[in-house]
């Protein structure tokens, strides 16, 4: 069983609605998307490599700030 947890009892969730591949690329594309991690290899609690990564994704017209 599967539930979904909202952060307000007075907002009602939004109706869902079928959203195609193509229009979830509009979307990420027209407002930019940033992802971001962190990644740390160790062997015996030494650390070998720790790297800070964030990609910006958006179309080039939002990057560019136009």
């Known amino acids: 069983m599967s539930s979904t ?4 009892a ?3 969730p939004a109706r869902t609605q079928r959203v195609t591949l193509v229009d979830l ?3 990420l594309l ?3 998307v940033v992802v971001h991690g962190h ?4 062997v015996a ?3 070998l490599v720790d790297l800070d990564l964030a990609v910006l994704v ?3 017209d939002k990057a560019a700030g136009r």
């Open 5 to 8: 947890v909202y952060s307000s």
């Open 58 to 60: 958006a179309a080039t």
């Open 10 to 12: 007075r907002i009602e």
């Open 39 to 42: 990644i740390r290899l160790a």
């Open 30 to 32: 027209a407002g930019g």
């Open 25 to 27: 690329i509009d979307r």
């Open 45 to 47: 609690d030494i650390d």
